[in-house]
């Protein structure tokens, strides 16, 4: 799988949009762009992928550059309960299924009053 | 949504216990998996299972085993618990295919100590 870079930190006025970025320039044609979270002592939450396009969930939007070496996970209204560590993580699904996922050290989003 | 659970959230053993950790998944997924995480490690993937026994190594399967009886039911086992298996256990499930199918769910994790 392509190497993935995010800022080790972040800071985010409650209620605004939270912008994480993630760099994965080596991503080939058949890998997904994955976003995780995980709120402290718990388990990792899946929150998005995509391929190509951009994608919006009740949670987020991801957004991946025409090029696909980077993209972004917003957050468009971020509340306290989103102070979580966000992974970015880029998987090739033709691997099969049995792929670890691999979490990297992630970014620290922290949502302040 | 999908739902992942663990039998435990927090469980405390002695050296040489043999320790179950149980995780149990309601999606109809045919893989299950196991990570342990630690800080500085990062998730490392222990075992995974890809249909009723059957299982495969993953990157670290020393001292543990693995059990799939049933599709939704995926068993870590440590035969004999040593301190260095103190550790945040986490489970997770996924559908097979291609296409992004594939996204695992996780559960909350089970945070054992091994005293």
């Known amino acids: 799988d392509a190497k993935t870079t995010q800022p080790p930190s972040m800071d985010c006025a409650e209620g605004r949009a939270a912008n994480l970025p993630c760099n994965h320039s080596t991503i080939s044609g058949n890998e997904y762009v994955y976003w995780y979270r995980q709120i402290h002592s718990q388990g990792p939450q899946y929150i998005i992928h995509g391929l190509k396009n951009n994608e919006t969930n009740e949670m987020a939007s991801l957004i991946i550059t025409e090029d696909r070496k980077s993209s972004t996970l917003i957050l468009p209204h971020a509340t306290l309960r989103d102070t979580a560590v966000y992974y970015c993580?880029?998987?090739?699904?033709?691997?099969?299924?049995?792929?670890?996922?691999?979490f990297g050290k992630g970014t620290s989003l922290l949502v302040t009053p | 949504d999908v739902k992942v659970t663990q039998s435990s959230r927090y469980l405390v053993k002695r050296t040489g216990e043999k320790v179950f950790l149980e995780c149990v998944q309601d999606m109809d997924h045919e893989n299950m998996f196991w990570y342990r995480q630690d800080p500085g490690l990062g998730l490392r993937l222990i075992y995974f299972?890809?249909?009723?026994?059957?299982?495969e190594k993953g990157d670290i399967p020393e001292g543990y085993s693995v059990s799939r009886e049933k599709k939704e039911r995926f068993s870590l086992i440590l035969e004999s618990a040593s301190t260095n298996q103190t550790s945040m256990y986490l489970c997770?499930?996924?559908?097979?295919?291609?296409?992004?199918?594939?996204?695992?769910?996780f559960g909350p994790g089970t945070r054992l100590l091994v005293l």
């Open positions: 299972s890809y249909d009723v026994k059957m299982k």
């Open positions: 997770a499930s996924s559908l097979s295919g291609t296409g992004g199918q594939e996204t695992q769910y």
């Open positions: 993580i880029v998987r090739d699904t033709i691997m099969g299924s049995g792929y670890a996922l691999n």
